[in-house]
């Protein structure tokens, strides 16, 4: 396993991205709370050039929201095969698994956890896929779990601090 090989992070939603619990309106609508703070580390991550996918076994209109405004690669939903939708996500980026971090918190999400190069785990995910993983975050899904992750990585790989120098000064002259 080797943090400076990692070039796509796949997320699972629920659990990661979230704090698992569902939220449905009496209309039907599903809500979700994300965490900003795992949102700036994607996008952070993604100006370093790492590529992201989300694959989940629900299918929200939150998700597809969210997923448009960070700009996140590839987004697959209501998928029960998380696997074969991987192993696509994989051959269309020219990817070997250990290139691949994936952050999962359940049993569906073990069989691609057992693929790939860097498996982590949020630190409320269940036992099965703590015990999969090599690393646990120190924070739950959906309070910024994914963010952890991704500053472990880009710190691996980078200068971090002059990664966040370079991506503020970007950002400042767009504003300008």
Known sequence: MSYKDIKLIVLDVDGVMTDGKLLIG?????YKNFNV???????LA????????????????????????LNIDFVHQKISNKIEVFSTIMEDLNL?????????DDI???????????AVAPNDAVGMVKDSVH???????????????I???LS???NYQQLVEDYLSKKEKILQ
Request: charge should be negative; include cysteine; proline fraction near 3%.
């Open 135 to 149: 690393f646990v975050t120190n924070l739950n899904g959906g309070q910024g779990a994914v963010r952890e992750a």
């Open 156 to 158: 691996k790989q980078t």
């Open 26 to 30: 009496s209309d039907g609508v599903e």
């Open 46 to 69: 993604k100006y370093h050039g790492i590529k992201f996918a989300i694959i989940t076994g629900r299918q929200s209109e939150s998700v597809t929201i969210r997923a448009k405004e």
């Open 108 to 118: 569906n999400d073990i069989p691609v956890i057992n693929l790939v190069g860097l």
């Open 37 to 43: 703070k795992d949102g700036m580390g994607i996008s």
């Open 96 to 104: 070997v698994p250990e290139q691949v971090c994936y952050i999962g």
């Open 151 to 153: 500053d472990v990585i």
